[in-house]
């Protein structure tokens, strides 16, 4: 059975960090890209960053591009979201996934898994 666990939410003020963790069992990454999606109260789920499991490339939307760092450890199997500059509009459920990424693109597709989510709230 595959799980993915988050945890690392919390609330924090406005430009602070946070690091999410995304510890996986019942499968390896290496056959998968994995990563992060979050969705904001009201707002449509966004793809927030992946990495390739093969050769560490990274995708990053551009809401976050140069304040998040995505990074894994395979022997683990755990990957990482570090969110520094954090900004109220990041406020949301994070949620860890698997599946197909482009890491010029983005998500391809709907994850194959997912996360319960972790929340994360910034203040003002």
């Known amino acids: 059975e595959v799980q993915l666990v988050e945890s690392g939410g919390g609330l924090v003020q406005a430009g602070g960090s946070l690091r999410l963790s995304c510890a996986a069992s019942g499968f390896t990454f290496d056959d998968y890209a994995t990563g992060w999606f979050r969705r904001a109260p009201g707002k449509e789920r966004e793809g927030v960053s992946c990495i390739s499991s093969s050769d560490g490339s990274t995708y990053y939307a551009g809401s976050v591009k140069g304040r998040f760092s995505i990074s894994s450890d395979n022997a683990k199997n755990t990957v990482y979201l570090q969110m520094n500059d954090l900004k109220p509009e990041d406020t949301a459920d994070y949620y860890c996934?698997?599946?197909?990424?482009?890491?010029?693109?983005?998500?391809?597709?709907?994850?194959?898994?997912w996360g319960q989510g972790t929340q994360v709230t910034v203040s003002s």
């Open positions: 996934a698997v599946g197909r990424c482009d890491m010029t693109t983005g998500w391809v597709s709907p994850p194959d898994y």
